[in-house]
Each structure stands twice: as C-alpha cells, then as structure tokens.
C-alpha cells in the first residue's frame, strides 16, 4: 500500500468508474484497474463489488475510503510541516451555509492571495455533521456554531477538538408580511418552520424559541438553502430563522417581519493534534479580520 494507490482508489470511489477514475488521473484505464488489484490482493479483501461494467464501494470499500482519505491528508500535512510551509499543503474546510455566504468569500479570498499555493476545500453542512466529519479526519477545521452541550472547552477536549469565536451573529425569526404586527415568537400564528435537516444548531434554536416540541400543530420543512427558506416566508407559507448577516445578502422583500432572537458565536472548531502551517496561516488571516 502506498500514496499513489491511496490516491488512484480515492478516484475509483469517488466516480464508481475506472474509465473516469483513469481520465481523472491521466492513466490508462487498464493501469487503473492493475493498481486497484494490487490494493485489493495487499489488503486481502475486495473493496469494489462489480456487476458487469457497474461498481459500488463494498463494506470493506466504504470502511477504507475514510482511512485512505486521512492517510493522504496526514502525508499532505507531514509534507507541509516538514518544510517549513515551502510546499503549499492542503486545508479542508467545513462551515455552515450561513457563513459559507455570509463571512467566507472575503476570508478566503485573502488567504488565497496570500497562500496560492496551499489548497483550499469546502465543503458545507449543519454543525453536528461537520464536528462528526472533524472527528473522523475528514475535515481539519469548520466554522459552525456549537449545540448548548459542547459549549464548554471540557465537553470539545473530550472529543479530542479545540474552538475559538470567531463571529457573533444577531439571529432573527423572519415572518411573513401577514405577521406584521407580531412582537413576541409566542403570538406568531403561522405553524411551518423551514429549516437545514437535523443537527442544524439554529434549527433547535428556532424550535426551542417557537415551542415546536411536542405541539402537534408546527411542521417543519427540511430545505437545502436559506434562499429557499426566505422564498417560502416570502409566500406567506412558512418561518424561518436566519442570521442578519446572511439576511442582507438574500434580498427579501421589505415587507417581511422580523424578531430578535438573540446573539449566537460562529465558532472555528479544530482536532487538538492538527497544528499544520496552512492552519496556522488561516488562523493568522481570522486576526486580521477581527
């Protein structure tokens, strides 16, 4: 097993295709396939369940691919350590939508003008798929805001992570326009809540705020993106809970009512062991705009 399999197998998983997993590496198919063998005969199990042209990870595939994405993540770090930065490195990034759109386009931007060379991913979710992905190796940092019960440092420690503030965001209830003369979350009479998917903190804050737990008469719609979500409120079908910062990009209608609903910090979460340099760069960048 070394880097270079790792790499051609991380292919194979991702298109389920040797013919593209090939054009992807700029091999020939037949080497492909050759190198996939060897992964399989030096692990002594098969990884790909094949039928006919068709692939799919099997048990064992599905298990590897987070390992063989962490073994080549923590060579890229080794790499990037070793030489003082010299060699650009990589940096996988996870964040909510909300400061996805909000408060990364800038941040990243600037690191890349500063660091070219480093490679940057992201990739987006709710908070507690992030911190699970930041758990097993798949992401090196996230910007998310952490659940009530990992809000202290010993709950994180105990997960092996680290987090600083990074943001405070004002959060706001958005309403429709027939909610005008609402002033309290107890008074809205709308019964939708739209919503990221569960493990959205904002999403159990809006619960938490509207009483939906255990009433009968609130519906929540699961929706991919806060431009849906504002729609929705806009056509009277629904609220939702938004920060403001994400609000003033969404370009919803004036008509629209809003409440307070109080401050939440966007936290940088980390692993406690994950000190690379192209870390140690964003975490300078994060000062600057501070």
Known sequence: MDSESLKIFCSVASELSITQ????????????????????????TNLFVRNGK??????????????????????????????????GGALRIGSMESTA????????????AAHPTTRLTL???????????????RLDCAFLALPPSLRDAESLAEMGLRSQPVWREDMLLLLPANEARVRRPADIRTRALAAFPLGCTYRSLAEELLGIAGAADWTVLEMASYHA??????????V???PKSV??????????????????????????????????????QLRQVK
């Not at 099997?58 to 923590?74: H, I, K, N, P, V």
């Not at 990739?123 to 190796?137: M, N, V």
């Not at 979500?229 to 629904?238: E, F, I, L, N, P």
Request: charged share 20%; net charge positive; with cysteine.
């Open 21 to 44: 997993a090939a054009a992807r590496l700029g091999r020939a198919p037949s080497n492909v396939t050759t190198r996939i063998q060897q992964l399989e005969a030096d692990i002594g």
């Open 54 to 87: 068709r692939m799919a990870l099997s048990a064992a595939g599905e298990r590897f691919q987070d390992y063989a994405r962490r073994l080549l993540a923590l060579e890229d770090e080794a790499r990037h350590v070793v030489t003082g930065g010299r060699q």
């Open 101 to 112: 759109a909000s408060r990364l386009p800038s941040l990243l931007a600037d690191y890349h």
């Open 123 to 137: 990739s987006t979710g709710p908070s507690r798929p992030l911190l699970e992905q930041l758990r097993s190796g």
């Open 229 to 238: 979500m504002v729609a929705c409120v806009a056509a009277g079908s629904c």
């Open 240 to 242: 939702t809970l938004l």
């Open 247 to 284: 609000l003033m990009l969404a370009g919803a209608p004036g008509t629209l009512k809003t409440l307070k609903a109080g401050r939440m910090d966007t936290q940088l979460v980390w692993h406690e062991s994950f000190e690379a340099p192209a870390f140690e760069h964003l975490l300078q």
